[in-house]
C-alpha cells in the first residue's frame, strides 16, 4: 500500500496560539533525530510524501534542517506548514517539495509589524522558488487580512480580494495564494453527530504522533483514534488490524464508525 502523503509530528509545541486552532492537550515534545530516522526507515516504502506536523510549528524543532536531509537521503519529499515566523531557519534549504504559510496567524506576540513579518517571508520565498512550492495560505478572515492582502497585492502585482471558498491563485512560478474555508476541528465534546460521510484518511494518509502514536489523519490532535505505534508495531500488522480495517471498509461505503469521525465535517458530502 502506498500513501498520498503521511504526517509526522516532530514535535506538538507551538509559539503562537491562535484562536481558530486547536491546542495541544497532551505532552509537550520533540521528536529526537535518532527517532525520526527509525519512522523513516519504517515508513520510506509506504509514500514519497512527508509533512512534518499534526499539532504544533515544525520550524520550532532544533533539528529541522537535519530531519528534511534525512527526508531527502532516503527518497521522501519534504512538506511543511508553518505560521511563517521562523522561517529565516529554512531559507538557505532547497530540499524543501513544498511550504504552506499560514499569513491568519500574524500575532502581536512577538516584536514584529505586520511589515517586518511579511518582508521576511518574501525574502525566503526569493531564496527558495526555484526549487520549492510555497503556497501562502489565507483560510480565516483576520482583523489583518486586508493589509496582508494589501502587502500581497504590491509585492506581486496582483489585485486579488478575499475569498473564503476553494481557491488557488498563481502569484508567479512556484509561488501561489490559496483560500479555503475555515473548517472546525473535531472533538467528542461537539453534540452534532453524523454517521454518514466518507474521508480519505487511511487510504490517502496517515498521521504519526511525536511520541510515535498512529492516528488516521492531521485533525485528531488528540490522539484519540489510536492505531497503534510505530515504534513497536509494523505498518503492515497495523494496516491489517481490525480496527483500521472496519474504518477504511466503512469509508467506503460512505459510513463513519468512530465517535470522533462523526463529529468531523471536513468532507462535507
Request: with cysteine; glycine share 4%; proline share 2%.
Amino acid at each position: 500500500m502506498m500513501y498520498k502523503k503521511i504526517y509526522i509530528e516532530i514535535t506538538n509545541n507551538c509559539n503562537l496560539s491562535c484562536p481558530f486552532c486547536t491546542h495541544n492537550k497532551r505532552i509537550s515534545a520533540f521528536m529526537d533525530l535518532e527517532s525520526y530516522k527509525t519512522i523513516v526507515d519504517k515508513i520510506k516504502d509506504y509514500t514519497k510524501y512527508v509533512y512534518l506536523h499534526v499539532l504544533g510549528e515544525p520550524l520550532l524543532h532544533p533539528s529541522i534542517n537535519e530531519i528534511i536531509e534525512v527526508n531527502y537521503e532516503s527518497g521522501i519529499n519534504t512538506n511543511i506548514t508553518t505560521n511563517g515566523y521562523l522561517i529565516s531557519k529554512i531559507k538557505d534549504n532547497h530540499h524543501i517539495r513544498q511550504i504552506n504559510i499560514s499569513l491568519q496567524s500574524f500575532s502581536d506576540r512577538y516584536s514584529l509589524t505586520m511589515d517586518e513579518y511579511l518582508s521576511t517571508i518574501f525574502e525566503v520565498i526569493e531564496n527558495l522558488k526555484s526549487d520549492t512550492y510555497i503556497n501562502l495560505r489565507l483560510w480565516v478572515d483576520t482583523r489583518d487580512t486586508k493589509h496582508i492582502l494589501d502587502k500581497i497585492n504590491s509585492y506581486y502585482n496582483k489585485k486579488i480580494l478575499f475569498n473564503d471558498k476553494n481557491a488557488s491563485i498563481k502569484l508567479e512560478d512556484n509561488v501561489f495564494l490559496t483560500f479555503h474555508k475555515e473548517f472546525k476541528w473535531p472533538s467528542l465534546k461537539d453534540e452534532n453527530v453524523n454517521e454518514c460521510g466518507t474521508c480519505y484518511a487511511l487510504r490517502d494518509h496517515i498521521g504519526i504522533l511525536v511520541d510515535g502514536s498512529i492516528v488516521p489523519c492531521c485533525l485528531d490532535g488528540d490522539g484519540i483514534i489510536n492505531l497503534g505505534n510505530i515504534y513497536k508495531d509494523s505498518l503492515k500488522d497495523i494496516i491489517s488490524s481490525d480496527r483500521y480495517q472496519e474504518m477504511l471498509h466503512s469509508f467506503k461505503n460512505h459510513q463513519k464508525i468512530e465517535p470522533l469521525c462523526q463529529r468531523c465535517n471536513f468532507i462535507e458530502k
